[in-house]
């Protein structure tokens, strides 16, 4: 054990070979990256398929910049023997913290575990796929899958509701990054490579399991409901300001409840919704079962009020709430999304670092190396 | 370094103290857990706020069931200075892989990096707050911020679009594991403990960072419009078949969109379209552009086809789509969500295992534990 120098990010040590596109493994590596490891893309020559992606600025692809910050690139040609075993060469170079590599491209015999670990026996490979057993798939048809579609936006609305935020990914992306510092523990213990394989689709069906969704399903004979807005089994739905605005207001809590009441002055009409209901409010259950005459007393009050005056008196009284923004008032308006916030800081700084396409002079480190 | 037993899973060794409710921590918690750490959740008599959690089942939360799989759990009152002390005894006690804590709880004085840190130097902590700057945020505000639900639900729709998945829960979730992987690395190199803070609002913003829409609403002048369930920059829609099922297709590659052609017999009318256009449909760029008239040709083809039919065209030619299907189809016809998918039979077995508010005989440890 040594002592950790000064400024040495945390996972500095640690090198991860990256063959990847679009979104999960992209992302796995630069939240290691991000952390200080040693985060190496291997690029065809032109860039991979998802170089030009949207949204673009000066035909520059703002999405792929965002996606491989903070790694380092080497363009090599894997259509060619040599660039293959180039690549080989890279994934199994020698020193401790390396042999890593994180892939969700289609895994080719030379790319395989088993030719791969010939190399370095302690290889820990991480491959994303779309279904476990390899089918294609991507965020969007494995929510499709999953049933969120159908339990997202207005009550009356036919058809299903994509989610724009690519949630599957972003989760697998952050799993991969588990997968891959849980392995490297076991091999700092035992001397052990791994394999692991993640599936989008399963990381799905974990969430809703996780949730309760599929107990639910399996369980209870009635489906769940589309419920727009509002917040299943708690209180929690947006509103209309005054002046125009959204807000989304909730209470999970019944310290939450209380400050609602005493913010909005309706603590006399929500306890007479209270008592003719035969409820107790405290309770979050009760809340989200006779939420609609509350959110009648809410529709007026908010109605009343402009967005400053419901801001003053709201964070006065630690109501749980916010105003919707979109992603131009979020980056015009919110402190939170701008260098006041040290992690913007730090991001401008990473993205300062990316270099893309640049070739890195990496030795291809032939020698196998054993456990 | 020792050889790794057989059947060991692979976080064997780790131990983590849980102080949490909600999602995002107990998600984190749980990670390890499946992995073969052993956590251990401290809960309050009667339970913690989340116990009641809907969905329920026979008066019991498949939530807080499903968010707390294969852990353990003690039942302390930390109202009390004898509780306190317990908790602190008990996340400060010897052992390599312990001395790590995972919360999202309100840090009380007792409960401070600064004052756990005392009974252990190398203690480990994650916080997962809302806001970076400790103000109550939960996925529903924090999403209301930034700006999705706008970008959300059909072109037309008027206000906000909640998803009703908590994306940035199960990402934070995830990533408070990469932290504790991240942080005891770093202690078994260096002997050094971590205080982590996480915050929600952050994991959010920075996910908005790498998906390019931060720089896309400083950089362009123009706002991102509202799509519908069109994927943007890309191809991919739904569709309604004969039947009256919905599909998801998408055409990401220029191999993906081939397919599509050759599947559903359109490949002159594409063309058709492309020429005219004077665009190149191999480019994802111009197959976004053009989409209207394709998604009308292809609106025409579904309505004429049975999704029996559309399965075996799409999967003999190698097409990206799904049916979407509501949580209860899901459970009933898919076989990824079955035990014939191995991890469904593990989740089983950790399910298996839970044991809510089962008091653990742990010794209190008080002894503190240098580096």
Known sequence: MTP??????????????????????PLGGATLAALGADV??????????????????????????GLNQGKRSVVIDTRSEAGRRQVAGL???????????????PVKQWSSYEELSKLRRDLIMVVITGDRDGATAV???????????????????DGPVNHVLPAWDG?????????????ERHRRLHGEGQLVELSLSDVGLAMAG???????????????????????GTFGRDFGTRD????????????????????????????????????????????WIHRKPLFELLETWFARHDLAGIRKAFDAHGVLWSPYQTVKQLVA??????????????????????????VKKNPPGRSPRGS
């Open 210 to 232: 996780h949730l309760g969704l599929i107990g639910e399903a399996i369980l209870e004979a009635e489906p769940r409901g589309r419920f727009g807005n509002d917040v299943y």
């Open 244 to 287: 125009g605005r959204r807000v989304m207001v909730l209470a999970l809590t019944a310290r939450q409840w209380a400050s609602l009441g005493e913010a909005t002055g309706l603590v006399r009409e929500f306890a007479g919704v209270e008592s003719r209901a035969g409820a107790d409010f405290r309770n979050e259950s009760d809340r």
């Open 139 to 157: 965020d969007y048809t494995v929510n499709a899958a999953l049933g969120f579609p159908w339990l997202t936006g207005s009550e009356g609305h």
């Open 91 to 105: 994934i199994a170079a020698p020193g401790e913290g390396g042999g890593i590599v994180l892939t969700n491209l």
């Open 40 to 65: 190496i893309r291997v690029d065809p020559p032109g860039g991979g398929i998802d170089i030009d992606r949207w949204p673009l600025h000066g035909g520059r692809s703002l999405y792929w910049a």
């Open 4 to 25: 950790a120098p000064a400024d040495q990010p945390i996972l500095s040590g640690l090198r991860i070979v990256e063959l990847s596109a679009f979104i999960a493994a």
């Open 333 to 358: 308006d919110d402190p939170r999304a701008s260098t006041a916030n040290p992690m913007f800081a730090q991001i401008e700084h990473a993205a300062a670092r990316v270099r893309p396409l640049a």
């Open 171 to 183: 989760m697998t992306g952050y799993l991969a990054a588990v997968a891959i510092l849980a392995a």
